[in-house]
């Protein structure tokens, strides 16, 4: 904690994402999400929306998801989906809900416990990155399957040590 705080403090930003973990998770320090997010941790930020979310302030988680959202985290984008497209917590916008389905899949979403995937739209790769195996899935269930028809190519990284049965059927 105390050498990420000291480094973060010359500028250094993987430093700073590493001390807003470990405010955010407690590790060498007291745990404060607030601290995280004002770090710039999408998951402290994605914590405090469902936390505001569920104590009832509306107005507040929306904002948090948001930052999460535009932060990369795929997770915010598909509560602000869902929200939009209910209408519950902000004016029902279908649009917006459909525009922000598109861009989930353009963030990293997890696809077992220790990879993610994304589709870069602009060359149509996806990418599956992480460390481990793959999880096994039902024909025509695996995330990526309602893109199949926009992939042109699949870059699958090294630590990626499996592919799951039914992943590209």
Known sequence: ???????????????TAELAECYRLGRGCERNIGKAVELGSPKA?????????????????????WMASDAGGSEATEEL???YK??????QDIEESDRLT???S????KCGDNLIWKINPSDRTLFIRGNGMMEDFDINKAPWHEYRDEIQS????????????CAFD
């Open 86 to 91: 209910e209408g519950n917590l902000v004016d």
């Open 1 to 15: 904690y105390q050498m990420f705080r000291k480094a973060s403090k010359s500028g250094h930003k993987a430093a």
């Open 102 to 104: 598109q861009v989930i």
């Open 154 to 165: 699949v870059v699958i990284e090294n630590g990626v040590e499996s592919i799951g049965k």
């Open 81 to 83: 989906a869902k929200i």
């Open 45 to 65: 930020a994605l914590q405090l929306g469902r936390k505001l979310l569920r104590d009832g302030d509306e107005c507040e988680c929306v904002k948090y998801f």
């Open 106 to 109: 353009s963030q990293f979403q």
